[in-house]
């Protein structure tokens, strides 16, 4: 085994992210009268998506990005609801949106048995990933969970890494692996401080630093276990 501390972001990586997305989007217009399709659901996840680079560059804060999507959504798919509302609503039944990602909790209970000490590392709010994680029976293979609002540094910065490897215990940069979906934020980040990296889902386009490119859970478990069906593929 080559790695002795994993981190795993949360959001598109441990969890299902889209699924989740797509079903309270539904039940965000319901509540209201609304039937929805899944078409406006995606459009929420391409507005979200471009909000976070903003976010990720320091160009809005955390709070604008929450409110901002729905302003943007309710542009094209107009809901007689304030953005505000709609965000805080969103949030909380995210908090309760359970959808794992499948072949995570094979991976991390395997990652447990061969003693490997596993963290999640997010931008996200920490209560409401926890609960995500908690809710998806994930929890119990998790060492400890790190979140930005809770260490007051987001990802790629170089303080967010090292305050999430000096708190892991951790004594070998060279053992560590960041398992993310963003290349930048994620795998750059990681790479640049002097962690491994590895992609995941192929869902940006942006160049990587990544060592390996895991489109599922599965290709991801076998590159980690050294597995011949890995089909390693580089970033």
């Known amino acids: 085994m080559r790695f002795s501390t994993i981190f795993f972001d949360v959001d598109y990586c441990l969890m299902d992210t889209p699924t989740s997305e797509r079903r309270i989007i539904r039940e965000l217009y319901a509540k209201h009268g609304r039937i929805v399709t899944d078409e406006v ?11 976070w680079v903003h976010l ?14 729905f302003e943007n959504l309710f542009q094209r798919y107009p809901l007689d609801v304030p953005a505000e509302e709609a965000a805080s609503w969103f949030l909380a039944r995210l908090a309760e949106a359970y959808d794992p990602q499948p072949g995570a909790a094979h991976l991390l209970c395997r990652l447990r048995q061969a003693g490997v000490h596993v963290f999640t590392a997010t931008n996200g ?13 994930l929890l119990q293979w998790i060492d400890a969970c790190f979140a930005a609002d809770e260490l007051h540094a987001m990802k790629p910065s170089s303080a967010y890494f090292d305050a999430i490897f000096h708190a892991s215990g951790e004594k ?16 750059n980040g990681a790479v640049d401080y002097g962690m ?13 630093k990544a060592l390996y490119a895991a489109p599922d859970m599965a290709h991801l478990e076998a ?3 050294e597995e011949e069906n890995a089909e390693c ?3």
């Open 41 to 51: 659901g995606d459009h929420y996840r391409a507005i979200n998506k471009a909000l």
């Open 56 to 69: 990720d560059k320091g160009e809005i804060t955390r709070e604008q990005l929450y409110v901002r999507r």
């Open 125 to 137: 709010i920490g209560r409401v990933m926890e609960g995500r994680l908690r809710h998806a029976g």
């Open 172 to 187: 070998d940069l060279h053992r560590t692996l960041m398992v993310g979906d963003n290349p930048v934020t994620d795998v």
């Open 196 to 208: 491994a990296g590895a992609l995941f889902g192929l869902r940006w386009k942006e160049p990587s």
């Open 223 to 225: 590159w980690i276990f």
């Open 233 to 235: 593929r580089m970033g």
